[in-house]
């Protein structure tokens, strides 16, 4: 239920992205934006990427925070009006993003997955080191041992800078696909005529010599 507030601690609430929106009832909005801040923060953790893309979620937050204090304050009438509905159908144009139960299902089920994976990587991991530390240390090999330890423990951030990739050029490729047919056939998505409206238009065009003759041919079949 949807209920605007414009106390003290809605304006805490605003300082954590979503959590202003899900205490005022938009629970998708809410969830969406933190879902999004905490996890671009994961991501670029996790890959080691420059600073730069810590722009990411500042801008996040700084919309979050007055998106927030822009629903809390606006009037009544307007508030009544606002839709519960995901963050990012309010910035990209065109159509929107849902998702659907069943896809939320899939991504849990996948968040899941990867994180068995991780905590069973982590185990084997740690196993596999001291043993290559063992080794370093007995045959002198230390540099041998840098070598291989950084590969190791930078390969889980490869294969996900890899997925996301290969995600990127396939959305690229659907995209130019979906232009290149729009180009090509700018009518595509209009319907054909029905077939009775065809009928109609080729009985409407025949010359009335021609339907003479097909009548008096139907009562001669009906005669005999």
Request: proline share 4%; with cysteine; charged share 15%.
């Amino acid at each position: 239920m949807k209920v605007q507030k414009r106390g003290f601690f809605n304006f805490v609430f605003a300082f954590m992205p979503g959590a202003s929106e899900m205490y005022m009832g938009f629970m998708k909005m809410g969830i969406s934006l933190m879902a999004c801040f905490m996890g671009a923060i994961g991501i670029i953790g996790f890959l080691g990427l420059s600073d730069l893309f810590m722009l990411i979620p500042v801008v996040l937050w700084f919309y979050s925070f007055f998106h927030a204090r822009n629903i809390a304050t606006c009037r009544p009438e307007i508030f009544a009006g606002l839709q519960d509905d995901y963050f990012w159908n309010e910035i990209i144009d065109g159509k929107k993003i849902i998702i659907k139960s069943e896809s939320a299902r899939k991504i849990g089920a996948w968040a899941l997955i990867i994180a068995g994976v991780s905590i069973i990587w982590n185990m084997v991991i740690r196993n596999v080191m001291d043993g290559l530390t063992a080794l370093a240390e007995i045959t002198g090999m230390n540099y041998m041992y840098d070598t291989v330890a950084d590969f190791i423990y930078s390969l889980p951030r490869l294969l996900v800078a890899v997925i996301i990739i290969i995600v990127g050029v396939k959305l690229i490729r659907g995209k130019k696909k979906t232009l290149y047919i729009e180009e090509q056939n700018p009518g595509y998505m209009t319907t054909a005529p029905s077939t009775q409206s065809t009928a109609n238009t080729v009985a409407a065009s025949t010359p009335a010599p021609f339907k003479a003759a097909d009548n008096t041919r139907e009562e001669g079949e009906k005669n005999a």
